[in-house]
């Protein structure tokens, strides 16, 4: 999963769970939902038939099943006896050791999270999606919290005809029955529970096939066939590359990817099928500033480190998170190149850094660290390892960790184990500097990354707090965007006209820290406007319209209709400065208003809302429409949202008394 915000461990539960792995094995689930009018259908029961092995003789067995309805619960065709007390089914039997039986029963669900139904109710998006990971899939499918036992899910679905079905695995087939469609999704290998998952909306899909056959499915909505390139952009590059720089072939049949409203993180890597945040959905303007790259290289290697090979327990979810951000980032040097790969592995080290000083770090098996360290920390011991021990162990230990553990679970000792093994010696004092002891080893950090990276060198030499005679220089020598970005943000008085002739970066830069515009840049800055980044645009349109009060009414007919990210960054503020600006349009302001009200409403994405409820604040204008508007996000399913919201009334209702 790869969080926008911070991540709670999703696997935290799984050690506390019983143990039933050590006498039941799943083997294969068949299920059949049926949705009717975008809601889990509750005039009907969904079928579900299980197959499972006893390892040691039992009297009874059960699968989590969070606030269901069951009848006719049978094993191998005869009704027996069952409890349900709202979060197990148990199924009572005297199950004999080396058999195995089949269990069938009929079940209603009624989901209150896992499983999200999204504007089914108004005019926004009808879509229905899921998300296992830290929400437990049992809460709309009988299965097991446990990540320990992995199980072939073929599922069924029924649904209106004019929505897509998707779901993990291959469409096996798809037959149309009065207006409403069956479909039949297939797996061949077994996951953990937590990995199910389904969409049902209206979309469009491209397909490519990798270099090595796998079909590569980019879903859309139907409106947005301009953004799939610039959305989808590397993809199949990607794909390609982590194939072969892992060594192991992609594990499943088909790869598939789905944007979805108001998802809960970035993304998710549920097996052959991640679900992204429409956010990502870009033109190729926003590719510039907010594009989908990592997002996608990360939830694709996941398919390999989490999918394929599971962690044990919460303590080892960093070979989860930190295998997938490491491959991220080598699939992304493969595209963006060393430079970018190497400050990324810096910006991580000091960010890991300053937690260690706050007094937050933690080892990198404690179950309660932070994503920061999970997945950056985790991904920074690959890396050291790597250096370590050189490409060719390190490749051959990753490819003997997969083989041994695929379909399976492992703790870091299994991988460690797999290392050593064609190392040749032992790593423990490796293991304790930089995965067992609480500091982040960021001294050893960095003296790795200068020894491998003559820009890196150049970007910590280069800085305006420590040397100050030549600092008035840097602007002007050919060194790294970054390290001029850098130079910007310390002193951006040493912006001069000439600096507008950098590239994108340093022209952003210039946006960020040069807010008081001096005469003589005016000029050079209001090219800014035309810049290739919704970023640059809504920080030079607001410091251009501050700075230059006398030229207002010329920024805001130049930039009238630009809308700006998902979150119409720059239209929102757009209509800010036009309201605040009494003589232009004046006719118009009613409206607008209007329009940014409207903004607050349930159709729109939750990043829109926010930044509409924050403006309204601003102003000092949230009126009868936006204080319910407020009301309602308080119910919905996003909890940053819900968070947002909360803390936003708290603070109107302070104001007020
Ligand atoms: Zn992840």
Redesign the pocket.
Known sequence: ??NFFIILCACLASVSVAQQTDYVDFKKVEALIVFNQFQVDSTKYNSYDAKFDILRSTDSIYLDAINMKFIHVAIDGSEINFSNDGKKLKIYHSFEKGKTYNLSFLFFASPKKAMYFVGWENEGRNQIWTQGQGKYTSNWLPSLDDTNDKIEFDLKFVAPKTYQVISNGVLKSKSDNDGHVLWEYDMKHPMSSYLVAVVVGKYDKKTETSKSGIPLEYYYYPEDSLKVEPTYRYSKQMFDFLEEEIGVAYPWQNYKQVPVHDFLYAGM?NTSLTIFSDAFVVDSIGFNDKNYVNVNA??LA?QWF?DLVTAKSGAHHWL??GF?TYYALLAEKDVFGENYFYFKLLESSIDLGKQDISGNGTSLLNPKSSSLTFYQRGAWVLHALRTKVGDRVFRQAVINYLEKYKFKNAETSDFIKEVERIYGRSLSSFVNLWIKQKDFPVDNAFDILKQQSTYINEFLMVDCQAKSSKCSEYLKYYVSDEAKAKIISQVPELVTPETFNNGLKVRQAISKYVRQIPVNLKEDYESLLDDKSYITIENALYNLWSSFPEDRSAYLFKTRDIVGFNDKNVRLLWIVLNLSTPFYKADNKQALFQELIGYTGEKYNADLRIKAFQYLKMIKSCNEDCMSNLENAKSHHNWRLVKFAKQLSEELEQKRN
């Open positions: 999963m790869k890597e990360h939830e996941h989490g989860q998170e997938a």
